[in-house]
């Protein structure tokens, strides 16, 4: 048994002190049951807790740790910055040595902004969209989890559906009533919305690559649709990258799948660790923003120069060393060894993968065949499209994940206990069914084939 007793007290005490216990919902253990483990440093691919566990991460601080824990150019970069100051509230260097580095990287980004979180981002581009649009529906996906946004936390993924809260209390209907909500790889329904509503839609926000229902990527036809549909009519389309940038590919998802939003929202990567967010995308659309236009966003901590420092030493780090080939074909032989040994175990499984993003769903073929069943049998209104049980590339309904209802229905009770099994044997996986595992440049491949055989194990005792 895994020793967690200073863990357990610490989190005791925690929950005296802060709603649950913890500062993020995702980090509570609620999906998989019990109390997380505290976690006193990282380093390299490893994690290290409070009492004396060691374990190989594969969470990577939900995304952002792509060089691993404490690598040694950032944490120079860090220090050299924390020597001048923390934070002035007035213009850096640092922060066009970043918008410059990652403008040269991401096609869709001709300006940029930097604010605090992804959320932040987020919130920040809705607002721009309806204001350079002068419109004020958004169209969002269900499954698709875009921070705390008051207008987009409706059928959001993430530790609101870990939780089952897919609507949180405190949202007034004000704050939803213009956004509207469609499957994610459904192509006619997207179709369908923009024919009735396409001229009073200011934006749609998407995750090219989800990774808040499990890594689940969308398709050529849904994302080239998008493309086409708001260009035609005139709304601003964002890809969400907060997750996915530097880790669908080097430029993200939009440069892998040769389609270029009007905007971008990131965050994670591009701090190397540090609170960060960012928006940006055509000049045309960003120079709306004050003070260069009337649309108002501001932070004051927003482009912080130890953030500006860690993400420019981090993607530097990651130019130099040409590891996105690398990290794909780690994640890939992860990906490949989880399933061949779940399915020697005869269980069912479904794994996707992208770049350094990888999710592991457990199948419930019960629930699937009655989805499936219903899939083919429902018509609910003008804005449900899909009746029958099809995958985005039209194949009958196979337990493949596409979207947010077949994500729903895997089994969830026996993805925890592989958590806890895996956990038990030193290896660190995402807390959720519904969360991605992230690969970083410090594990290895043997590291991969240890973790390989010990899913082996776990796999063998679930059976």
């Given amino acids: 048994m895994l020793n ?18 913890v500062n993020s919902p995702a980090r509570s253990f609620g999906a998989v049951g019990g109390q997380p483990i505290v976690i006193a440093r990282g380093q390299g ?56 580095l990652l403008i040269s990287q991401i096609p869709a980004v001709e300006k940029i902004r930097f604010v ?19 419109r004020n529906k958004i169209v969002k996906f269900i499954g698709n989890y875009h921070g705390h946004v008051d207008s987009l936390l409706v059928a959001a993924g993430s530790s609101a559906a870990t939780l089952g809260v897919p609507n949180s209390p405190g949202v007034t209907p004000g704050a939803v009533q213009d956004t509207i909500l469609l499957q994610y790889n459904d192509v006619d329904a997207l179709i369908k919305v923009f024919e009735e509503s396409g001229k009073e839609i200011a934006g749609v ?5 989800a990774g808040n229902m499990g890594c689940v990527v969308g398709s050529s036809n849904f994302l080239y649709e998008l493309r086409h549909l708001t260009q035609d009519n005139g709304a601003v389309l964002i890809f969400d990258e907060v997750m996915s940038c530097f880790r669908a590919g080097k430029g993200g998802a939009g440069q892998r799948f040769s389609i270029t939003p009007d905007l971008i929202t990131l965050g994670k990567v591009i701090g190397g660790g540090l609170p960060v967010g960012a928006y940006g995308g055509k000049a045309e659309i960003m120079d709306h923003i004050l003070p260069s236009g009337k649309i108002f966003q501001a932070g004051t901590l927003s482009g912080n120069p130890l953030a500006m420092a860690a993400g420019l030493a981090t993607i530097n780090t990651l130019l130099e060393s040409q590891c996105f080939n690398m ?50 049998t429902t018509v609910s209104g003008s804005k449900v499209v899909r009746s029958t049980a099809t995958s985005s590339s039209g ?57 390989i055989y010990a899913a082996r194990d776990v796999f063998a005792m679930l059976c």
């Fill in 4 to 21: 967690q007793e200073k863990s357990k007290a610490i989190f005791s005490e925690a929950r005296k002190l802060m709603p649950g216990g």
């Fill in 45 to 100: 691919a490893y994690l290290h807790d409070v009492d004396g566990n060691q374990y190989l991460d594969y969470v990577q601080s939900w995304g952002p740790m792509i060089l691993g824990h404490a690598h040694p150019a950032v944490v120079a970069a860090v220090e050299n910055a924390l020597r001048n100051g923390t934070s002035f509230g007035a213009p850096t260097e640092i922060e066009n040595e970043l918008a410059r």
């Fill in 116 to 134: 605090n979180s992804g959320t932040e981002a987020v919130m920040s581009a809705i607002r721009l969209a309806r204001g350079y649009t002068k």
């Fill in 205 to 209: 926000i998407v995750e090219p690559v």
């Fill in 327 to 376: 990290l794909e074909r780690k994640m890939a032989l992860l990906a490949e060894g989880l399933e061949d040994e779940a399915r020697t175990a005869r269980i069912p499984v479904y794994v996707e993968h992208i770049g350094s993003m990888m999710t592991l769903f457990f199948l419930d073929m019960e629930k699937s065949k009655i989805l499936a069943q219903v899939l083919e």
């Fill in 395 to 451: 194949n009958s309904y196979s337990g493949k994940i596409t979207d947010w209802r077949s994500a729903s229905v895997c089994d969830t009770d026996r993805y925890a206990k592989f958590f806890w099994g895996m956990l038990e044997r030193g290896f660190y996986f995402p807390c959720s069914q519904f969360e991605a595992f992230f690969m970083s440049t410090e594990i290895t491949e043997a590291e991969i084939q240890k973790t």
